[in-house]
């Protein structure tokens, strides 16, 4: 059997594994509690923050049978197979590739059939944003008047692709980009669990990497754990070069040079930053960072976006203080 990923072997299961959607999970729980279910819901906010798995757990807690006041009890002969990607009632569908008319006519279809073994049949539709019009116009219909037995999940990261008589028929929540501590503790508890060693600056590293993002986050650490050979512990010099970042001294270089306007000190700095395998992309990434914490510092703000570690910070500080620039 093939290695699962890391996301999806730490996907949550129940609404308490959906971290940092607070706001979204328990209203949801309260509408299953006090048997007020909608039938068309949609999930919008960026890759990685819950949505596909809140649908999941979604579609547990309103089949489950299990003995609980706060369903799902993720262990019932439905939960399970839901779990496990056997259940008939949960269908998902990729907006990306069934995005035309006929597909959807099909789904408009099967809607009619009633459940096979829960009470509720529930669509989700990842990426709708990417269906035709023609396809949003067939789906609309459906969405209008669902049968009893249907939920519809839309997920989208792109909200403001939606015709405006789709988001008028749903009920909309919106999945915040994940903090840095939620991040942090999530990738903790995981690297405890799967015995990975690494230093908290690295762990830190990847969780900034992430800005926001679970998926993200595991998935940077899936690639540094099978690079390590589990013996030992995984630095942040190594998680750098893996995932062609540069130092941020070379940053702080970089910004120093252009904040006096020194251009051959800057060329240099680029140089550096490139032979020491600097994949130019995250290094103006990492340059833009730092200088929209300069700007931030400079106005008096703070970053909050916990895009620098506090080295990185201290830095600008410093620099701001200078007031060269
Ligand atoms: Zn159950």
Do not use: G
């Given at each position: 059997m093939a290695t699962q990923a890391l996301y999806n072997r730490w996907r949550g299961q129940v609404f308490a594994d959906i971290l940092g959607q607070d706001h979204i999970t328990k209203t949801l729980q309260n509408q299953i509690r006090a048997g007020r279910v909608g039938h068309a819901y949609l999930f919008a906010g960026m890759r990685g923050t819950g949505?596909?798995?809140?649908?999941?757990i979604m579609a547990k807690a309103v089949n489950c049978v299990g003995e609980t006041d706060a369903p799902p009890c993720d262990h019932?002969?439905?939960c399970r197979s839901i779990a496990e990607g056997r259940s008939l009632d949960l269908i998902e569908i990729d907006g990306a590739s069934n995005r035309g008319i006929d597909e959807i006519r099909q789904l408009?279809?099967?809607?009619?059939f009633s459940p096979s073994e829960g009470r509720y049949k529930i669509y989700v539709i990842d990426e709708v944003h990417m269906l035709?019009?023609?396809a949003f116009n067939a789906l609309l219909k459906t969405l209008?008047?669902?049968?009893?037995?249907v939920i519809f999940i839309l997920c989208t990261t792109a909200p403001h692709r939606l015709p405006d008589t789709v988001l008028s028929r749903c009920q909309r929540f919106d999945f915040r980009r994940a903090p840095l501590p939620l991040l942090l503790k999530k990738l903790h508890m995981i690297c405890d669990q799967e015995k990975i060693a690494i230093e908290r600056d690295a762990l830190e590293f990847i969780a900034r990497r992430a800005t926001g993002?679970?998926?993200?986050?595991e998935s940077l650490l899936d690639q540094l754990s099978s690079y390590s050979d589990g013996l030992e512990e995984i630095t942040l010099e190594q998680v750098r070069s893996i995932l062609g970042s540069v130092s941020s001294a070379l940053v702080t270089q970089l910004v120093l040079s252009m904040t006096a306007g020194d251009l051959p000190a800057g060329l240099r700095t680029i140089n550096q930053a490139i032979d020491t395998g600097a994949e130019p992309r995250q290094f103006l990434k990492e340059i833009i960072d730092h200088l929209r914490a300069l700007l931030l510092v400079k106005v008096g703000g703070r970053d909050d976006r916990h895009a620098l570690s506090a080295q990185a910070l201290a830095e600008i500080g410093q620099l701001a203080e200078a007031g060269s620039f």
């Open positions: 949505k596909t798995s809140t649908a999941r019932c002969h439905i408009r279809d099967s809607v009619s035709t019009n023609e209008e008047e669902p049968p009893p037995h993002s679970f998926r993200d986050a």
